[in-house]
């Protein structure tokens, strides 16, 4: 029988190069990487995977994002859905390759990854909310009203209504 490691083994097999390469600590009770501006959560998904999850520490919780999320501009949706494998150490090592080669631009541009990734989600979910009118702030939930003011603040030109 083979003997096979434990899914913390796992993240500290194939996530440890956040410590090593770009000085991030590790809380092993949480599966949580961190500095002082990001943490990044590895967890169990879905189909024996890796979820990562992205937050910068001092921006709300709606802008944590998955891997996914943050570089679909960057990879194709066979890269992203080609983490299925048939073992979990399969799936960990596919996920750590596909992070390491973003990992530039996860750890020192994700303010702007976010933001993108914040925009694509008031799109996409505010489709159905008829945000194409004028006055379309008063027909969206207070949540929504929240993001949409967060990206406004962070991009004072954007307008959902041109990426309809």
Do not use: C
């Not at 590790?26 to 990001?38: A, E, F, P």
């Not at 979990?88 to 976010?114: C, G, P, W």
Request: charged share 25%; glycine share 4%.
């Amino acid at each position: 029988m083979k003997n096979e490691k434990t899914f913390q083994q796992l993240v500290e097999e194939y996530f440890g190069f956040l410590i090593t390469d770009y000085g991030f600590s590790y809380d092993r009770s949480q599966q949580l990487y961190s500095n002082k501006h990001i943490n990044i959560y590895v967890t169990f998904a879905h189909r024996a995977t890796p979820r990562i999850e992205f937050r910068i520490i001092s921006e709300p919780n709606f802008t944590q994002f998955e891997l996914e999320d943050l570089i679909s501009d960057y990879i194709t949706f066979e890269e992203i859905h080609n983490g299925s494998r048939i073992s979990i150490e399969e799936n960990f090592s596919y996920f750590s390759r596909l992070f390491r080669r973003h990992a530039q631009k996860l750890v020192y541009e994700l303010d702007s990854l976010v933001l993108i990734a914040l925009k694509k989600r008031f799109i996409l979910l505010g489709k159905p909310l008829d945000l194409v009118s004028d006055n379309f702030l008063q027909n969206i939930p207070q949540g929504f009203k929240q993001q949409y003011e967060y990206i406004k603040e962070r991009d004072k030109n954007w307008n959902p209504r041109n990426d309809w």
